[in-house]
């Protein structure tokens, strides 16, 4: 799953970090995967739990992330609140969008 397209839309992901003055990719990057892990985590354990006050921040947060970066798939795992999709779709997300940086060479600046 992490070399699917569909994964990340890659033209919003590319305008973010083409934007993004190289010194400080590396750090996007890292804080990037790291919402997405805690994010991702704390979504999956509220809805585990059904934590309805929980499973609205951490969607709230997760969506704002998943859409700043074009993880369509993951917005449209978000709405569907399967804890097993969503943490298979956020770790399928992380390696997508590290493969994406790689391919892209940000890392080299």
Do not use: N
């Amino acid at each position: 799953m992490p070399e699917d397209p569909a994964i990340i839309d890659t033209e919003i992901f590319e305008e973010v970090f083409d934007h993004i003055a190289p010194a400080r990719r590396v750090a996007l990057l890292a804080m990037l995967v790291r919402d997405l892990e805690g994010l991702g985590g704390a979504l999956v354990s509220a809805l585990e739990l059904d934590d309805q006050p929980m499973i609205a921040t951490s969607a709230h947060g997760l969506k704002g992330v998943a859409g700043g970066f074009g993880a369509d798939a993951l917005l449209d795992a978000i709405a569907r609140r399967s804890p097993t999709q969503l943490r298979a779709i956020v770790d399928a997300t992380i390696a997508r969008a590290q493969a994406l940086f790689e391919a892209r060479g940000y890392g080299d600046q």
